[in-house]
């Protein structure tokens, strides 16, 4: 079974600062995705950033990017010149690459304040 | 608008009173499943639906049901609710394909059960 870990449970970034958030994750599988959510206080899971494993050029959306370490087994994302918007909860998930159940395993998240 | 709409967005009930979540998307979309968020937890699917007639458990499935008897519809049904299953509901939809399409997530349902 996948685990997806995320080891910081709060941060805190003053706005315009670039913070980088972690996640681990634990497969055996060779081919799959990984993903980062943002939460804000909405409540509404918004796709930021999607990465396949099968790719080694790190993805990336203007202000976010990921570091892909596929023998490390780790996807951390960095938010470049941060901004109030930012502020929310972000969960890391993986997905095996699979013809069926797209199931994400999330990560417990990490609830990240920019402070203006 | 592509949309995953979920409804109530909050309910507060009692233990045992049954009661159902519904969720509806209009992209045509095969698959759909439902999560629920708990804090320390992160999101942990429930059930899952690969077509009409097609569903299947995910990690956490007892105490939950539901059906696909159309595309477009999968509520989730709590027979007997308790105060466990207190927590936020998302529905999710998606096209059929490994991670071809993203998941398109539901506003999300409140749930307390006293």
């Known amino acids: 079974a996948q685990t997806v870990t995320q080891s910081q449970p709060e941060m805190s970034v003053q706005e315009a600062e670039t913070v980088t958030l972690s996640c681990t994750y634990d497969t055996s599988e060779n081919n799959y995705y990984l993903f980062w959510y943002k939460q804000p206080p909405s409540r509404q899971m918004i796709l930021v950033i999607r990465?396949?494993?099968?790719?080694?050029q790190n993805a990336t959306e203007n202000r976010f990017s990921v570091n892909f370490q596929k023998a490390a087994k780790s996807f951390s994302l960095k938010i470049s010149d941060s901004q109030l918007g930012d502020t929310a909860m972000y969960f890391c998930?993986?997905?095996?690459?699979?013809?069926?159940?797209?199931?994400?395993?999330f990560g417990t998240g990490t609830r990240l304040t920019i402070i203006p | 608008e592509a949309q995953v709409t979920q409804n109530p967005r909050y309910l507060i009930t009692v233990t045992g009173k049954k009661l159902t979540v519904t969720c509806s998307q209009n992209?045509?979309?095969?698959?759909m499943s439902w999560y629920r968020q708990d804090p320390g937890l992160g999101l942990r699917q429930i059930y899952y639906s690969m077509n009409v007639e097609v569903t299947d458990k995910g990690d956490v499935p007892e105490g939950y049901k539901v059906s696909r008897k159309e595309k477009r519809n999968f509520p989730l049904i709590l027979e007997s609710p308790s105060p466990n299953q207190t927590s936020l509901y998302f529905c999710a939809s998606s096209s059929q394909g490994p991670g071809n399409e993203k998941l398109f997530f539901g506003s999300g349902t409140q749930l307390s059960v006293l």
């Open positions: 998930a993986f997905m095996k690459l699979n013809f069926g159940n797209e199931k994400l395993t």
């Open positions: 990465q396949e494993a099968y790719k080694q």
């Open positions: 992209m045509n979309h095969e698959y």
